[in-house]
């Protein structure tokens, strides 16, 4: 007999234990499992391994609203967000329904049966399982697990160095008294940079081009204030709203007022480094504030790399790799006796399961997104990603709101199923609206969304509070259906 479920949630990682926790939590008696590739529960939080990895999030809106975060650090390392997760998922008992070594490989929708066939391999003995469910919820995040994105780079055969990707860090790598040459601007670079050059020889950020850069304290003083005055819980709630709406008025201002905000950023930037430094060449971004994700660096850490000589950036394009290092397109040769390619991620879509109704493959780009977590023509499925422009949780834990609401209304009118459907409007719109690179190499894969709600997606998270866990659930956008009995 295959198994059955009322849910199968894809990922164990800070989504699918968040959305674990929601369905214990707000609709008991919901029968559920979560299927986990890896072999332990933490999604990003376990995979990465690299120096430093930590959040550019804070954990007052990267945590979970209904598990207060307790500690100090406002931006966390890596190992405590993913003890965090850990707790979470034991306390809840979500734990107690996950299965590791399950790799999703496809899902096939029946209209006659109103369910769901999952297939997963085991990755641990190569087995094959198929389990049935009512709704499938995809909690994968949104990019490659096995492997990140790396350039092909000419000469690179020639290179007698070591080359890394963050994504793969070596356990036993060395780089004390190394000379290191981090590529890439983003987030991973940021955060390696000042990791490095506590032991390296010389740690150089070698970037095309710069990224706009925000210092933040790691330890939040008005969150240590209100938790000195108010009982945790209630401090907790205090400070999340505090930062969402500190959050959301940066993005706001940002797309109101750009050469405002960019002024601003820069000028918190060059206080932070020696007087004479060329922040226009290494810190100006060509785009305005947040038309990509803007980083965030704990305490000035990178500054502080920079201002004592530690760490450099050079701003420059890469001609290809020599035996020693890398010849740049200025004609500079920067030697490297370790070469780290943050030079990011590879999107993938629902973990890169295939899906299927009634016998058709799913065609992800022929499909408009449905608030966000829907795809047109598939029935009776979500997926949940997160914010471009605020804390990666604030959507995901809507999402899963929004589908314990979904289960409830099915089942209190009898529905078997709800579909998505196509908005009338022709125009469409990229689903995800940054100019990241990791966004562009992978806009002909993914969904797109409409040009109005419920179609378009918000953005913003209290237009997402009202739509999602008080609107209408039986609206233009979606068809309820019954089976034949």
Same mark, same amino acid.
Request: aromatic residues 8%.
């Given at each position: 007999?295959?198994? *059955? ?14 959305a674990g926790?929601?369905l ?6 919901t ?6 590739a ?7 939080w ?13 954990? !007052?809106?990267?945590?979970? +609203?209904f598990r207060p975060w307790?500690a100090?650090? &406002?931006l966390?390392?890596?190992?405590? %967000?993913?003890?965090y997760?850990?707790d979470?998922a034991?306390?809840?008992g ?6 590791l !070594? ?5 899902a096939s ?14 990755? #641990?003995?190569?087995?094959r399982v198929e389990?049935?469910?009512?709704f499938?919820?995809s909690?994968t995040?949104?990019y490659?697990?096995? !492997?990140?994105?790396? +350039?092909?780079f ?5 290179y007698?160095?070591?080359v890394?990707h +963050?994504q !793969? ?8 008294g190394?000379r290191?040459?981090?590529i890439?601007s983003?987030a991973?670079?940021?955060t ?7 032991? &390296?020889?010389?740690?150089? $950020?070698?970037q ?6 925000a210092?933040l @304290? ?10 000195e ?6 401090a ?19 797309q109101?007022f750009p ?10 930037v ?5 007087e ?5 060449? *290494?810190?100006?971004?060509?785009y ?7 980083c965030?660096?704990? #305490?000035g850490?990178?500054?502080t790399?920079i ?15 020599t ?5 740049? =397109?200025?004609?500079?040769?920067? &030697?490297?006796?370790v070469v ?6 590879e999107?993938l879509?629902v ?18 997104a449905?608030?966000? $977590?829907?795809l047109?023509g598939?029935?009776?499925? &979500?997926?949940? %990603? ?12 809507l999402?899963?709101?929004y589908?314990?609401?979904?289960l409830?209304? $099915?089942?209190?009118?009898?529905y078997?199923?709800?579909?998505p459907?196509? +908005?009338?409007? @022709? =125009?469409?719109?990229p ?9 562009q190499?992978?806009a ?6 409409? %040009?109005r ?14 739509l999602l866990?008080?609107?209408?659930l039986?609206d233009e956008?979606?068809r ?5 009995r």
């Amino acid at each position: 007999m295959t198994e *059955h479920y009322d849910v199968i949630v894809v990922g164990a990682g800070l989504s699918g234990v968040g959305a674990g926790a929601r369905l214990l939590l707000d609709r008991p008696g919901t029968t559920f499992t979560v299927l986990e590739a890896r072999d332990t529960i933490g999604g990003t939080w376990d995979l990465f391994r690299y120096p430093g990895v930590r959040s550019d999030s804070d954990m !007052h809106t990267l945590g979970y +609203p209904f598990r207060p975060w307790t500690a100090g650090q &406002a931006l966390a390392d890596g190992p405590s %967000i993913l003890e965090y997760v850990e707790d979470t998922a034991r306390e809840m008992g979500v734990d107690q329904h996950v299965r590791l !070594h399950h790799r999703v490989t496809s899902a096939s929708w029946s209209s006659e049966d109103a369910r769901w066939t999952v297939t997963a391999e085991r990755t #641990d003995t190569g087995e094959r399982v198929e389990l049935t469910c009512g709704f499938l919820y995809s909690c994968t995040g949104y990019y490659r697990y096995d !492997h990140g994105y790396e +350039p092909e780079f000419e000469g690179r055969a020639d290179y007698t160095g070591t080359v890394v990707h +963050p994504q !793969h860090w070596p356990a036993d790598l060395d780089l004390a008294g190394k000379r290191v040459v981090v590529i890439g601007s983003g987030a991973t670079a940021m955060t390696l940079v000042p990791a490095i050059a506590q032991t &390296a020889a010389h740690v150089t $950020m070698l970037q095309r081009s710069p990224t706009y850069v925000a210092a933040l @304290p790691s330890v939040d003083p008005i969150a240590a204030a209100v938790r000195e005055r108010l009982p945790a819980d209630a401090a907790y709630r205090v400070v999340r709203a505090k930062n969402i709406a500190t959050s959301a008025l940066s993005y706001r201002l940002s797309q109101r007022f750009p050469h405002a905000m960019r002024r601003i950023l820069m000028d918190g930037v060059a206080k932070q480094l020696p007087e004479g430094y060329d922040v226009e060449t *290494h810190f100006g971004p060509s785009y305005g504030p947040w038309d990509q994700r803007l980083c965030v660096v704990p #305490d000035g850490d990178l500054f502080t790399a920079i201002s004592n000589g530690s760490a450099s950036v050079v701003t420059d394009r890469i001609v290809r790799f020599t035996p020693g290092g890398l010849l740049l =397109e200025s004609g500079e040769e920067l &030697a490297a006796d370790v070469v780290v390619t943050a030079t990011g991620l590879e999107l993938l879509l629902v973990g890169g399961m295939t899906l299927s109704v009634d016998g058709v493959d799913v065609d992800p780009t022929k499909t408009v997104a449905y608030k966000g $977590m829907m795809l047109t023509g598939v029935p009776s499925f &979500a997926f949940a %990603i997160g914010y471009t422009n605020a804390s990666w949780t604030l959507k995901c834990d809507l999402v899963s709101r929004y589908v314990v609401r979904l289960l409830d209304h $099915m089942q209190e009118h009898g529905y078997d199923a709800v579909t998505p459907v196509e +908005p009338p409007e @022709p =125009e469409r719109l990229p689903l995800l609206d940054l100019s990241a690179g990791y966004v562009q190499r992978a806009a002909g894969s993914l969904p797109a969304q409409g %040009i109005r709600p419920p179609w378009k997606l918000n953005q913003n998270y209290r237009k997402d509070v009202a739509l999602l866990t008080r609107g209408p659930l039986d609206d233009e956008g979606v068809r309820f259906t019954r089976r034949s009995r």
